[in-house]
């Protein structure tokens, strides 16, 4: 966008600072951006942990904390107490019900077994899995939890396993994912499996096919909002012509078929439309008035039909997504789109 002349006339400076996921690295790094860069915003912060160790801090500054890289219902709930802060992506919530009601048309008499990390992302999957099985005949019959930085899936598949049920949900961290698959596997264990987004990358998906050719992962179901690169659907899309443009010109040598920059690039494009929309010359607080209205139907690097959407009531920007099943190395959405916002 600077390149273009910038958003109303004025370039965009971005600072990266690496905080290697440590919250206490996270709030040090922070402090220097904005105490001695001096920044504007905050945009696209990684992580539920890393995220509301710098919330308070952010806040009593007044500095926005746009876009966080979580889906941890807070950052869009909390928006009286954090008027600063506002997430991105489909809230765990939100992703969990589209999974539970997705059981309820399709599997209607299914028992679900749950592997959940225990933190924010797998307590919330379970909670919005618990609310769109609400008044079906699917019933989640075990449930085990570990800790988020676990590895060893043994002892809770074996659990899981014992109880019988048809379905395996996966709501882990990437790594604890594909040892999961590889661990059913091995105890010949053939549940249909549903794995969460943030485990859902094609490069986490392979590594668990590839663990001991592992023929479990077929047919798992996730759910997408953005467009994929890898996928043929959209090879001659406007969308991600721009995107692979954006990936040869600014990142070379970067795998353009890491959906993480396809993330990184919607996150970019709206932060533009926030800025513009804050006027020529914003300030903070303009930006935060913008937080409470924002409506985005023209993303292109989204699926469409989803629509960056909030209001006074709600800071929750994409609550839509398609579900998607894994077939011969690759995701193929179906169906049509979802909305929490509609459930």
Do not use: C
Not at 5 to 18: E, M, T
Not at 104 to 130: F, K, Y
Not at 283 to 293: K, P
Request: charged share 20%; hydrophobic share 45%.
């Amino acid at each position: 966008m600077s390149a273009r002349g910038g958003v109303n006339g004025r370039a965009i400076a971005y600072r990266l600072l690496d905080d290697a996921g440590d919250p206490a690295r996270t709030l040090a790094a922070t402090r220097q951006l904005v105490e001695q860069d001096a920044v504007f915003a905050v945009v696209g912060p990684l992580g539920t942990e890393q995220s509301t160790a710098t919330r308070d801090y952010l806040h009593q500054l007044r500095v926005p904390q746009l876009f966080v890289g979580s889906g941890a219902a807070t950052f869009g709930a909390d928006f009286a107490r954090y008027p600063y802060t506002i997430g991105f992506q489909p809230s765990y919530r939100a992703e969990g019900w589209i999974y539970g009601r997705y059981l309820a048309r399709a599997r209607p008499g299914a028992t679900v077994a749950v592997l959940l990390s225990d933190d924010a992302l797998g307590n919330e999957l379970l909670e919005g899995l618990r609310q769109g099985i609400a008044r079906s005949r699917v019933r989640i019959v075990a449930v085990q939890a570990h800790e988020p930085g676990a590895t060893d899936m043994q002892p809770q598949l074996a659990a899981l396993q014992a109880s019988g049920a048809s379905v395996l949900a996966l709501f882990s961290a990437p790594r604890a994912s594909i040892q999961s698959y590889a661990v059913a596997n091995r105890l010949g264990w053939r549940p249909f499996v549903v794995t969460n987004a943030a485990a859902s990358a094609a490069t986490v998906m392979t590594a668990a096919s590839q663990r001991r050719t592992n023929t479990l992962v077929e047919g798992s179901i996730s759910i997408a909002f953005l467009k994929d690169p890898l996928a043929s659907r959209w090879r001659t899309d406007a969308g991600v012509r721009l995107y692979r443009s954006i990936m040869s010109r600014y990142a070379k040598g970067a795998n353009a078929s890491d959906l993480a920059h396809a993330y990184g690039m919607a996150l970019a494009y709206e932060t533009v439309r926030l800025l513009k929309a804050a006027g020529r010359t914003p300030t903070r607080a303009a930006v935060v008035e913008q937080l409470a209205r924002l409506r985005d139907a023209s993303n292109p690097f989204l699926l469409p039909g989803i629509e960056i959407e909030t209001g006074p009531g709600e800071r929750f920007p994409v609550e839509q997504a398609l579900l998607q099943r894994w077939s011969r190395g690759g995701w193929t959405s179906f169906g049509g789109l979802w909305s929490h916002r509609s459930g």
